[in-house]
């Protein structure tokens, strides 16, 4: 079979009435697809997902079906795709990534340092680099094609966004991806701290079945949509150390001349990263 999408880290299948999502061990960043791969990152990021959607059903149902291969087709059925693959229902995706943010950092923080404000949300004065938010803020942004980079947009923009794809509904989809996205993210960002790990901000992706219920898509809350920071550390006032893909982002920041490949020992150190985060997160070892 061969992939009907192709991501910068996931490959999707057409199964008839389903979907196979197949997590590789890319890895990108700044989006842009690094020559490396790092062995296990797709199972973690599998595995992950299935451990997230099962945790938030309560709150809203998700795409997953099984991630067993002896339910998918036999192409899937060898250890090239054992652990990476997740059968799953067709949705049809809304054009929004949802980003929501607990703490400043990042792309946050400079768009605070700047003017106060993030993604046109104004902050309070005298945060540092790092702080946690009094609320966590919902930053949505538009989903850019492999190679472009996404563009962070306002909530009323968001409402603009969706009404050129769904005429009549924008406002309310904006409305329940906002709600969606802060509840599933103060759910998990609670349990996750009881287990030793702040989880910084996230991005959530949504899709309608076919009764136009809102459905969780994509993947859920792993070190490659996330940023998760060891809770023991923590400290305001500059960056944290963190157990996801920000290792890698920076040793590429810190070194020019790249070419877009990591040395050996920066692709263990992250992979190391994430089966540590799995491990507190699910108690279990991959």
């Known amino acids: 079979m061969k992939p009907v999408k192709e991501g910068k880290v996931r490959e999707i299948y057409d199964n008839g009435d389903s979907l196979i999502m197949v997590a590789t061990d890319r890895i990108s960043c700044f989006d842009v697809i690094l ?34 291969t002896k339910d998918m087709p036999a192409d899937f059925q060898n250890e090239n795709f054992q652990g990476k693959s997740m059968k799953v229902k067709k949705l049809n995706m809304l054009p ?25 949300i104004t902050l309070p004065e005298g945060l540092k680099e790092s702080d946690k938010l009094p609320e966590p803020i919902y930053t949505p942004s538009t989903k850019a094609e492999i190679g472009d980079h996404d563009e962070n947009i306002s909530f009323e923009q968001s409402i603009a966004h969706l009404e050129k794809y769904f005429p009549g509904k924008g406002e309310e989809l904006a409305t329940k991806l906002r709600d969606n996205t802060i509840a599933l993210y103060k759910k998990c960002a609670d349990y996750a701290a009881e287990k030793g790990i702040i989880i910084a901000d996230t991005k959530f992706e949504f899709g309608l079945d076919e009764e136009g219920n809102m459905v969780i898509g994509d993947e859920m809350l792993t070190p490659d949509s996330s940023r998760f920071w060891p809770a023991d550390t923590y400290e305001p006032g500059h960056g944290q150390p963190s157990f996801d893909k920000q290792f ?21 150190k992250t992979i190391e990263k994430y089966l540590q985060a799995y491990k507190l997160l699910t108690g279990e070892n991959l």
């Open 35 to 68: 020559n490396n791969t790092v062995t296990k990152k797709g199972t973690v990021l599998t595995q992950m997902s299935k451990f997230w959607f099962d945790f938030t059903k309560d709150i809203l149902p998700n795409h997953m079906l099984s991630v067993d």
């Open 248 to 268: 890698a982002r920076d040793w590429l920041k810190a070194n020019e001349g790249h070419d877009w490949t990591l040395p050996q020992e920066i692709v263990d």
């Open 96 to 120: 929004i990534e949802c980003i929501v943010r607990g703490y400043i950092t990042g792309s946050g923080w400079a768009s605070y340092k700047e003017n106060g404000t993030v993604c046109g």
